[in-house]
């Protein structure tokens, strides 16, 4: 039995038109530069920047694709890599070119039989450092610092969004303004803290095939991110995003009642 959508529910490219109007501006910060990064799993990628494009080499394995930079934090850089060859995957890495320190995360459009009970958008991590790490260097790890928190980003007057962190594994969501207006859900997520004031969150949707990866900055309080997921039409979609963030509450759980 085929799973149905509820009623009136959007499509991806429907709630995604428009979610970066306040996304903050590219940079050609990068241009010029090289950076290699080695990950704890012992994956090695090499980036060079040009303006637009990053010739990149991970293994045997080269090629030279469109870039998106944003300077998302002081030396901190939200990269997202846009494989033409590969329009179902998308990497998107964090690096801070001052202290070496980075994470990826590679976002992948699963068919659906392989993907049967899990969101159709998979999402793998890895941590890792470039040569200018040291061994004072904070590797970035999962976090659950963002459980108990509840949080209004506005991505434009057309899209206002409520989270609400539940666990260290899922959380909540509703529409506040805009075309999904009336609607949440709860999706799987996965958290890591980059530095102090810095998270990056990602959520995987199960009702439509669709992830996303964002950059916290709560200093700033703003919000960096993409979606990569499937249009009403079939395409495969990667989407810029950013919003304000304004903190609303915080929910606080007595010893031994902690969520996962």
């Given at each position: 039995m085929t799973q149905q959508?509820?009623?009136?529910?959007?499509?991806?490219?429907?709630?995604a038109y428009?979610i970066?109007t306040n996304r903050l501006?590219?940079?050609?910060?990068?241009?010029?530069?090289?950076?290699?990064i080695?990950?704890?799993?012992?994956?090695r990628l090499?980036?060079?920047f040009g303006?637009?494009?990053?010739?990149?080499?991970?293994?045997s394995?080269?090629?030279?694709d469109?870039?998106e930079?944003l300077e998302?934090?002081?030396n901190t850089?939200f990269?997202?890599i846009i494989f033409?060859?590969r329009p179902?995957?998308?990497?998107?890495?964090?690096?801070?070119?001052?202290t070496?320190?980075?994470?990826?995360?590679?976002s992948?459009?699963?068919?659906?039989?392989?993907?049967?009970?899990?969101?159709?958008?998979a999402q793998?991590?890895?941590?890792?450092?470039?040569?200018l790490?040291?061994?004072?260097?904070?590797?970035?790890?999962e976090?659950?610092?963002?459980i108990?928190?509840?949080?209004h980003?506005?991505?434009s007057?057309?899209h206002?969004?409520?989270h609400?962190?539940l666990?260290?594994q899922?959380?909540?969501?509703?529409?506040l303004?805009?075309v999904?207006r009336?609607h949440?859900?709860?999706?799987?997520?996965?958290?890591?803290?980059?530095?102090?004031?810095q998270?990056?969150?990602t959520?995987?949707?199960?009702?439509?095939?669709v992830?996303?990866?964002?950059?916290?900055?709560f200093?700033?309080?703003?919000s960096?991110?993409?979606?990569?997921g499937?249009?009403?039409?079939?395409?495969?979609?990667?989407s810029p995003a950013?919003a304000?963030?304004?903190?609303?509450?915080?929910t606080?759980y007595?010893p031994g009642?902690?969520?996962v």
């Amino acid at each position: 039995m085929t799973q149905q959508n509820p009623k009136d529910w959007k499509t991806y490219d429907q709630f995604a038109y428009g979610i970066d109007t306040n996304r903050l501006p590219a940079t050609d910060a990068l241009s010029g530069s090289s950076h290699a990064i080695t990950f704890d799993d012992g994956r090695r990628l090499d980036l060079s920047f040009g303006t637009g494009k990053v010739t990149w080499s991970d293994g045997s394995a080269s090629g030279e694709d469109r870039v998106e930079v944003l300077e998302v934090a002081e030396n901190t850089f939200f990269i997202e890599i846009i494989f033409a060859g590969r329009p179902k995957e998308a990497e998107t890495v964090i690096l801070n070119t001052k202290t070496g320190r980075a994470l990826s995360i590679y976002s992948i459009v699963r068919d659906k039989e392989q993907s049967v009970g899990e969101p159709q958008v998979a999402q793998v991590f890895r941590s890792g450092t470039t040569g200018l790490a040291t061994s004072e260097t904070r590797a970035p790890a999962e976090s659950r610092d963002l459980i108990g928190l509840r949080a209004h980003f506005t991505y434009s007057p057309n899209h206002v969004y409520e989270h609400t962190y539940l666990s260290s594994q899922r959380y909540a969501w509703q529409c506040l303004v805009g075309v999904q207006r009336g609607h949440g859900d709860v999706d799987l997520t996965t958290t890591y803290k980059f530095d102090d004031d810095q998270y990056i969150f990602t959520l995987r949707e199960f009702t439509i095939a669709v992830a996303s990866s964002f950059f916290y900055n709560f200093k700033d309080m703003r919000s960096t991110g993409k979606f990569l997921g499937i249009a009403g039409d079939g395409r495969i979609q990667n989407s810029p995003a950013g919003a304000f963030i304004r903190k609303a509450s915080t929910t606080y759980y007595l010893p031994g009642q902690e969520p996962v």
